[in-house]
C-alpha cells in the first residue's frame, strides 16, 4: 500500500471545478485508487464560507445538539452526526475575516466527485472526504472520513475464524476512518496538499457509490456514550432519566 | 509513504525472541521506518496468557475506572490510561480456552523492541505497539498506539502559521494513532500479518525513545469526557458533583 500527496494544485475558489483541478494534477489515478481530499478544499469549491462575525451563528446553525462546553468551545453534534469542536467551522487555511462551513452533505460531495473523476479520467477510484477531529481520552487529533463514495466504510470481518478456530465477533473494521488518518500522515498541515492518493486498497473499492460515511454515525440508540456527561448530569438532575 | 505487511513470521510463543523474529522476517529494514507491532503478538512474548475462566477476574484486575457496561460488556479505563472495551483482554487469536492480556507496559516493551532491532540490524527504527479501539459515536473499530518508541506521538503544529497567516492554535496531530491506523489496513486481522513497516515519515523518527504512547493519554482534569455517562449520572445521584 503506498500513499502519495498530490502537489499542484491551485488554490481552490467556489465554483471551481475540484474533479478538473484532481485530475489534471494527477493524471496517473487508476481503478482501485482511493482519493483522499480534505474536507476544506470542497468547502471552498462549494462556497462554504461565511464571515468571521457570523462564526457563533453558524456553529448554533450546524449544531442539533452540545454535546459539551469549556468556556467558549462548544463540542457538538452536526447535522451529519459527527461530533466535533465548533461544528467542523473552521478558521485556518481562509482568508483572515472569513470562516468555512463543512460540506452541506459530504457523502453527495463524495459521490460527485468521483463521478466527475471517473468521467475526466476513466476510472474507477473511491473517493473519501476528511476533516480532524478530537477524540475522548486520548491526546491529539485525528483525521476521519466525513464523506465516502465507492468505499466499503467498515470492514466487517464478523462470521469469519481466525487460525485458531475462534469466531471475530466484534471484529468491524472502521476501514475509512483509517484511510483518513493514513492520508493525513502525508497531507499534513501547513504543506498545502490537501488531496492524498491511497494505492493498494482495491479490495475495498466497490462498484455502487454504497453507504456513505453515514454508516460510521453510530446511531445514539445503540451509543453508550451519546450524551455528553454534561448533558447526562442535567438529565439526572432534570429527573428524565 | 508506503507500508508493507511482514510476512512469515512464525506463531509467537511465550519467551519468543520478538526481534529476532521480525529480524530475520524483514531484514531489510531501514533507519528511520516504523515498525508496527500487534500488541498481541506482544503480549505473547511476554507470556501474557491466562485460561480462560479468569477473564472477569483478569479484567478486573486490568482496570482502574469502569467508563460504560451494557449487559457483560465493560468498557473501562485500564492501567496503561486506555478506555477500552473489556480492557483489552483478547480471546481471538489465541489457543481455545485461554485469553490475552495486553503487555504491563507497552511503552517499555516498544523500548526493548527497538533497542533489540537496532542491535540485529544497526538500523536506528521506531516502534509502535497496536491495540483496537471502539469509539464513542463512530462505528467501527480503529486501531491506536498504545507503545511508542523513537517516534514524536504528537506532531505539535501550534505556532506555526497557515499560508494565509492564520496561526494554528490547535493543531496537535496524534501521529502515532495515525501510523497505528495506517498500518492495520495492511496487517488485517485474520491474515496473520502482525507486523507492518511504514516507510517515509523518517521526519518523524527521533533519536531518543521520547514520551511513548503515555503521551497520548489525555489526563482526567484536562478531559471533558473523563467519566462515563453511567458514572457522571451516578455521581450526580449520589451527590458528589
Keep these: 500500500m503506498s500513499i502519495s500527496g498530490v502537489h499542484g494544485l491551485p488554490d481552490v475558489r467556489p465554483g471551481d471545478d475540484l474533479a478538473g483541478l484532481i485530475a489534471a494534477a494527477a493524471p496517473d489515478l487508476r481503478d482501485g485508487d482511493v482519493v483522499v481530499v480534505t474536507s476544506k478544499i470542497v468547502s471552498k469549491a462549494e462556497g462554504r464560507l461565511v464571515q468571521a462575525q457570523s462564526r457563533e451563528d453558524a456553529i448554533t446553525a450546524e449544531t442539533v445538539a452540545v454535546v459539551a462546553t469549556r468556556g467558549s468551545l462548544r463540542i457538538v453534534r ?3 452526526g459527527l461530533v466535533l469542536a465548533a461544528a467542523g467551522v473552521d478558521a485556518s487555511n481562509v482568508a483572515p475575516g472569513t470562516v468555512l462551513l463543512l460540506p452541506v452533505d459530504p457523502d453527495a460531495s463524495a459521490r460527485a466527485l468521483r463521478a466527475d473523476l471517473a468521467r475526466e479520467l476513466g476510472v474507477r477510484t473511491a473517493v473519501v472526504i476528511t476533516d480532524t477531529a478530537g477524540r475522548p481520552w486520548r491526546e491529539g487529533l485525528v483525521d476521519i472520513a466525513i464523506g465516502v463514495a465507492g468505499l466499503t466504510p467498515l470492514d466487517d470481518l464478523r462470521g469469519q475464524v481466525d487460525p485458531y478456530g475462534n469466531s471475530l465477533e466484534m471484529t468491524v473494521t472502521a476501514v475509512a476512518d483509517e484511510i483518513a488518518a493514513a492520508a493525513e500522515l502525508v497531507k499534513g498541515k501547513t504543506a498545502g496538499v490537501p488531496v492524498a492518493v491511497v494505492r ?13 460515511a453515514a454508516a460510521l454515525v453510530r446511531r445514539a ?6 450524551l455528553g456527561v454534561a448533558e447526562a448530569q442535567a438529565q439526572v438532575r432534570g429527573g428524565t432519566t
Design 78 to 80: 452536526t447535522r451529519h
Design 221 to 226: 440508540e445503540d451509543d453508550l456514550f451519546s
Design 200 to 212: 493498494g486498497l482495491g479490495h475495498l473499492v466497490t462498484e455502487a457509490d454504497g453507504p456513505g
